[in-house]
Nanobody, 125 residues
Framework: QVQLVESGGGLVQAGASLRLSCTAS????????GGWFRQAPGKEREFVAT????????YYGDSVKGRFTISRDNAKNTVYLQMNSLKPEDTAVYYC??????????????????WGQGTQVTVSS
């Protein structure tokens, strides 16, 4: 079993940056691919970014491409999401996820078998 804990969310103004962290425990994290999803009120959970188990492969949702960067430090069992040039439409609860099956990463929610509790990101205009 894997436990994922997100941190780093908060309230910022448009144009600012935030870095989210997702720390895993309970299993060797280097054997899992990681991902970030987000969910705004009244909307479905949306894919944001994914990273392979080694960190060599990354992929981003169209709405964040060029502004967000996903990375990982397997020695620290942590995946990061660096968010730059934040916009009000980035406001959502951000969820970290991990998968033991799609080791190159995945854009699909149902490929992930471990989820964090979420962290709120609010961007004011």
């Amino acid at each position: 079993q894997v436990q994922l804990v997100e941190s780093g969310g908060g309230l910022v103004q448009a144009g600012a940056s935030l870095r989210l962290s997702c720390t895993a425990s309970g299993r060797i994290f280097s054997g899992l691919a990681g991902g970030w999803f987000r969910q705004a009120p009244g909307k479905e959970r949306e894919f944001v970014a994914t990273i392979s188990w080694s960190g060599a492969i990354t992929y981003y949702g169209d709405s964040v491409k060029g502004r967000f960067t996903i990375s990982r430090d397997n020695a620290k069992n942590t995946v990061y999401l660096q968010m730059n040039s934040l916009k009000p439409e980035d406001t959502a609860v951000y969820y970290c996820a991990a998968t033991s099956t799609a080791l190159s990463g995945s854009t699909y929610r149902n490929h992930y078998n471990f989820w964090g509790q979420g962290t709120q990101v609010t961007v004011s205009s």
